[in-house]
């Protein structure tokens, strides 16, 4: 498992880079948003389907579902590589 933190001050293209330097389509991720609560589960999780242009696909959903915005990502950690076994 890895973990990245996306600077607070990064724009949306910068956090789009970092996040695409650290996950792959295929990989499972967990995903906190900028301004979470202190729940102990992440707001998004699940495999990654796609780099959109403004935001990053899990399960094959839109952002108004269980995708998320790149400027909105605070942490993602990788669960599982693509290349894992289930």
């Given at each position: 498992m890895?973990?990245?933190t ?6 949306e ?10 996950i792959?389509?295929?990989?499972v ?19 990654v ?17 269980k ?11 990788r669960?599982?590589t ?5």
């Amino acid at each position: 498992m890895t973990e990245l933190t996306v600077p607070p001050d990064a724009d949306e293209e910068e956090a789009a880079a970092l996040v695409q330097e650290h996950i792959s389509v295929g990989d499972v991720v967990e995903i906190w948003k900028r301004e979470r609560t202190d729940a102990d589960d992440p707001e998004h999780s699940g495999a990654v389907t796609s780099f959109e242009p403004a935001y990053l696909e899990i399960d094959g959903q839109s952002p108004e579902n269980k995708s998320v915005r790149y400027d909105e990502i605070d942490t993602v950690i990788r669960a599982k590589t693509a290349d894992e076994k289930a």
